[in-house]
């Protein structure tokens, strides 16, 4: 089984930073994309940034140029770095992984998420 654990949420001001960590365990043939995503209050789960095998990335332009991507494929790790916040950054954010349990078997894996809350 494989499972993404996720951690690093939490109560921040605006203006101020929090660094989310999602870790893929289990058994793990290898770890393609990783993304995250994040829910608000009465909205759509949108992407805010993506992350390739190869450190190629992607980002919501709502959070360009503030948030960072970054992954360990040594640990099958994401992190999502975010830098001045803003109140409309708050939500539930959540890992989301295409991970290879075998040859030719790949699977879509969620984390259970993380709220992240910015105060005005």
């Known amino acids: 089984q494989v499972q993404l654990v996720e951690s690093g949420g939490g109560l921040v001001q605006a203006g101020g930073s929090l660094r989310l960590s999602c870790a893929a365990s289990g058994s793990i043939f290898r770890v393609n994309r990783m993304d995250w995503y994040r829910q608000a209050p009465g909205k759509q789960r949108e992407l805010v940034a993506g992350i390739t095998s190869g450190g190629s990335t992607n980002y919501a332009d709502s959070v360009k140029g503030r948030f960072t991507i970054l992954r360990d494929n040594a640990k099958n790790t994401v992190y999502l770095q975010m830098n001045n916040l803003k109140p409309e950054d708050t939500a539930v954010y959540y890992c989301?992984?295409?991970?290879?349990?075998?040859?030719?078997?790949?699977?879509?894996?969620w984390g259970q998420g993380t709220q992240v809350t910015v105060s005005s």
């Open positions: 989301n992984a295409d991970i290879q349990v075998r040859v030719f078997r790949n699977y879509d894996y």
